[in-house]
Nanobody
Framework: QVHLEESGGGLVQPGGSLRLSCQAS????????MGWYRQTPGKERDLVAV????????DRNESVKGRCTIARDMPKKTVDLQMTSLNLEDTAVYYC???????????WGQGIQVTVSS
């Protein structure tokens, strides 16, 4: 089992930036991918960015390319997301995500609200 706990988020002004951090605990050696998804009411959960622990490959949603940085700290067992030039469409609940390399099992954090508003 892997437990994920998010921190950061809150209210951000349009054009501002945010930093989210996710702390993993438990059987973290099994993690193959780790990153972030987001969800707004009535919509499916969408990829923001994920990073592969073995290859370093990063997959990002087109809507955040150029203003999104994802960073993995293996010793600290964290993954951070930094986003700039935020707009109203970035308002969502952001979820930390991890996937096992052994069996593909997916783990989710409880989610953290990010609201972009003036």
């Amino acid at each position: 089992q892997v437990h994920l706990e998010e921190s950061g988020g809150g209210l951000v002004q349009p054009g501002g930036s945010l930093r989210l951090s996710c702390q993993a605990s438990g059987h973290t050696n099994s993690i193959g991918w780790m990153g972030w998804y987001r969800q707004t009411p009535g919509k499916e959960r969408d990829l923001v960015a994920v990073i592969n622990d073995d290859s370093g490959q990063i997959d990002r949603n087109e809507s955040v390319k150029g203003r999104c940085t994802i960073a993995r700290d293996m010793p600290k067992k964290t993954v951070d997301l930094q986003m700039t030039s935020l707009n109203l469409e970035d308002t969502a609940v952001y979820y930390c995500y991890a996937r096992s390399r052994d069996n593909g099992y997916e783990y989710w954090g409880q989610g953290i609200q990010v609201t972009v508003s003036s």
